[in-house]
């Protein structure tokens, strides 16, 4: 593998993880314009070197918000994501390539803001709300019609006249800042997780299934564009100010721009008047007000030509150091985190900032009491970015990153290749033991209801949970002898350590922490193994085998199951009736019948999901692919495939089966 191919891989890999942390754990570790640099220097790479083009590459991606309690209905009209700029200088450029794409035409453009929530498109239908869906992957979304419903702010019934009788119009869900504190100060009291911003809140409000509760946190709305065959206007302002006449929210600060003066004042005017508003924003739009011009501008593969944002510099704040201290993980791995004097950042009180290792530690250089530079990445995550060496104290000792685990004690092994320090002591390390306890009830885990950091921690103080296999021993009884555990929290507890013995295996072999083997090869392994005393048993070379198993992780199931208290474990689990197998209906349902036939999955699909398609062609033989090669057996086409792909696989001569035709072969 060359070189540009291992970065290619590296950056797939990396910005496969950020997303995931982003639109599923809603957590993200990287600001906007990192995510944004590593996906610009991968699309170069790929326009460099197109065999290395692959369908599943995050440049052909748009993020998903896509949940398992909702139906899900496609869009009419897909919503993909925009381009983002940093500066004004990147803005004006953009304005340049748009006036070339329509030479001898000086469009006008609309600037408005760019809330930080979660996307929403609105269907409606002689004027009455008639369908919500969440943006999700950009072509299907999550239906939340009835949380939507509860959002004071929009409409069910249209207010005066003139709209057209079938439209949708798109906008962001948003939590207000006066409702966000309010929210994070009754989960505080309650000593429920703290949300991290309004748009975490938001998010996860509008995905609850609970109307009732939805409708009691408080969501709004803003509006920013409008859709269909019979818009009242020829221009993207004038059906925006349409739309509030009938009763939508949408901005005072949208606005039409004349020229390039224009678009620098107005950047620099809300990069001051953020700050003031009630709802969270990260930047602006500028999209090119004429409708027949947007059409003629036309799309690119993931963002539309005529619109562009603009992403405000993370909002930086200064404050003094008062200690480091060393968090550890449960698969033992220290963090040095920088503890500080409470400052205002982006909204949200912070208090604590990861430094992540020891090299960036070292290349911080933080002496003790240092004022300190803090950001938050994507104005989300609070993170150390400079120190202030002109305030350092006179003798004020560096920082030095520990040497034994500041838990147990032990001393602490550095992971080969990486920046890691770890703790080995696996089995006695109280934060490590805790940690996998903690994952292992979790609800893409065992979902065990009832048990979150605090109780797990205190089960361990009581000596009642010393290990995941100890939680199958709860009594209703043995709860209740807990502090502030009464007999209906303990009763909830109790059913849902039972429940958990229904979990299928695949989130079983992921519950166990085995090392490096996250949620998606926890699948993959359950599946090839079939069963735990296969898993156990299976060698190096065995796993290896496994699509996408390497070495690494190869070895670290090996090692996992070499030690004697993991297969005690295990059988315990089993003891209590924990899933440890792939049901044999599953197993029944495989065939030969594609015969290793190779497959590229393209478009959107009405019976199943991709994801489903993926695991049929599997399941009955067949192999998945990224990308159209001479080599690839069939093309399985859903509505929307990219004309790019279907031109290639004609070219090639590669058959191209819809849905039905596709499963009238495994049949």
């Known amino acids: 593998m060359n070189d540009a191919a291992k970065r290619v891989e590296r950056l797939r890999r990396e910005l496969n993880e950020h997303n995931y942390r982003y639109y599923v754990e809603n957590s993200p570790v990287v600001s906007d314009r990192e995510f944004d640099d590593m996906m610009h220097e991968l699309e170069a790479l790929e326009r460099e070197h197109p065999e290395l083009d692959d369908e599943l590459s995050p440049t052909h991606r748009v993020g998903s918000d896509l949940g398992k309690g909702f139906l ?40 408005e803001l760019k809330f930080d929530g979660t996307g929403i498109s609105l269907i409606y239908e002689q004027g009455r709300l008639v369908r919500a869906v969440t943006r999700g992957d950009g072509s299907r979304g999550d239906v939340v019609t009835d949380n939507v419903k509860t959002i004071r702010s929009i409409p069910l019934q249209l207010r ?13 869900i948003v939590m207000p800042w006066k409702e966000f504190e309010r929210l994070n100060a009754e989960r505080e009291f309650n000593e429920e997780p703290l949300f991290a911003n309004p748009r975490n809140a938001a998010a996860g409000t509008l995905k609850l299934l609970n109307p009732a509760e939805v409708a009691r946190r408080g969501l709004d709305a803003y509006f920013y564009y409008m859709l269909g065959e019979d818009l009242p206007h020829a221009t993207h302002y004038d059906n925006m100010q349409a739309a509030r006449a009938w009763g939508f929210k949408v901005s005072d600060h949208m606005v039409r721009l004349r020229s390039e003066a224009d678009v620098d004042a107005y950047i620099s005017r809300m990069d001051a008047e953020r700050r003031q508003l009630p709802v969270a924003t990260d930047g602006l739009v500028f999209k090119v007000d004429s409708l027949r011009q947007q059409l003629n501008l036309g799309f690119t593969a993931k963002s539309p030509r005529w619109a562009i944002a603009y992403k405000f510099a993370a909002e930086r704040a200064r404050t003094r150091l008062l ?176 429940a958990s013995c229904d979990v299928p295996f695949e989130r079983v072999v992921y519950a166990l922490s085995i090392p490096y083997v996250g949620e998606t090869t926890a699948k993959k392994v359950a599946r090839a193994a079939g069963n735990i005393d296969r898993l156990m048993a299976m060698s190096e070379a065995e796993l290896t085998a496994i699509e996408d198993v390497g070495p690494r992780i190869a070895a670290g199931i090996v090692e996992y199951f070499s030690v004697p208290a993991n297969r005690e474990t295990v059988e315990r689990l089993r003891a209590a009736g924990v899933c440890m197998a792939v049901p044999e209906a599953d197993t029944a349902e495989t065939s030969d019948s594609l015969g290793g036939k190779s497959f590229v999955i393209s478009g959107v699909f009405e019976h199943h999901s991709r994801d489903e398609y993926k695991e049929l062609i599997e399941r009955n033989g067949g192999r998945n692919v990224g990308s159209i090669s001479k080599k690839t057996d069939y093309v399985l086409a859903g509505a929307n495939m990219g004309p790019a792909k279907l031109e290639k696989a004609q070219k090639l001569g590669i058959p191209v089966i819809g849905e039905d035709e596709f499963l009238a072969m495994i049949e």
């Open 72 to 111: 899900q209905a496609g869009h009419i009209y897909p919503m993909l994501s925009l381009g983002n700029t940093y500066s004004p200088e990147e803005v004006e450029q953009w304005l340049d390539r748009t006036r070339k794409a329509i030479p001898g035409e000086a469009p006008d453009v609309v600037g």
């Open 323 to 498: 200690s480091v201290s060393f968090d550890v993980g449960r698969m033992g791995t220290v963090t040095p985190v920088a503890n500080l004097e409470p400052v205002q950042l982006s909204g949200t009180v912070v208090r604590r900032a990861s430094m992540h290792n020891e090299d960036i530690m070292r290349q911080l250089d933080v002496h003790e009491g240092d004022m300190l530079y803090v950001e938050k990445g994507g104005e989300i995550i609070p993170k150390i970015v400079d120190v202030d060496v002109d305030a350092r104290r006179p003798g004020a000792a560096p920082v030095r990153f520990v040497s034994h685990c500041p838990a147990c004690g032990t001393p602490l092994v550095r992971v080969e290749g990486e920046a890691a320090w770890v703790c080995p002591d696996k089995w006695g390390c109280v934060p490590q033991i805790t940690g996998r306890v903690e994952h292992f009830v979790g609800r893409r885990m065992m979902n065990i209801d009832g048990i979150g950091a605090e109780t797990v921690s205190a089960l361990f103080a009581s000596g009642l949970v010393r290990g995941i296999a100890d939680l199958y021993d709860l009594s209703v009884d043995s709860l209740m002898s807990l502090d502030g555990i009464a007999r209906k929290g303990a009763v909830r507890i109790v059913d849902g350590v039972r």
């Open 160 to 172: 005066g006249g003139g709209w057209p009788d079938f439209f949708e119009i798109r906008g962001e």
